[in-house]
């Protein structure tokens, strides 16, 4: 049995482009980028940059089409497929990851969770619950 399963986790380096096939099937390609950080032998910091060309089919395209934006974050799911095409005379490649599930990342548009304080009380926003704070001793955890 072989296995052929590429799970990877980076930012967009450009706007998805959606294409439709004769079929009717929508297609979308993007390109994301993962960085590796480690030290070097003598200790200073290596950073190098990898990316990675993706390509959706169907509704999944159609929604990374619609939602996601150069810049932002991305998981992507799917397995590696190299292609090959003849032009001028040339035989060319390119592998790609063929995506079986794509999970957006948090928004950059300030997509953090507003703190207890800078929450509406109910007064000012009539549907909005007011949590009571709760202290957790983490020796109580049974885990």
Do not use: C
């Amino acid at each position: 049995m072989y296995l052929n399963k590429v799970f990877v986790y980076g930012n967009l380096t450009r706007d998805p482009e959606l294409r439709s096939l004769p079929s009717g099937v929508q297609v979308a390609s993007f390109s994301i980028a993962t960085n590796r950080v480690w030290k070097g032998k003598d200790g200073s910091k290596q950073e190098s940059a990898e990316f990675h060309n993706i390509v959706v089919f169907g509704r999944q395209a159609e929604t990374s089409a619609q939602y996601l934006k150069k810049g932002g974050s991305v998981l992507v799911e799917g397995r590696m497929q190299t292609r090959s095409w003849e032009s001028d005379g040339q035989k060319k490649y390119r592998t790609e990851i063929v995506a079986d599930r794509v999970q957006f990342g948090p928004r950059s548009s300030g997509g953090s969770a507003p703190k207890q304080s800078e929450k509406t009380s109910p007064e000012t926003e009539g549907n909005a619950i007011d949590y009571p704070e709760e202290n957790i001793n983490p020796d109580d955890i049974p885990f």
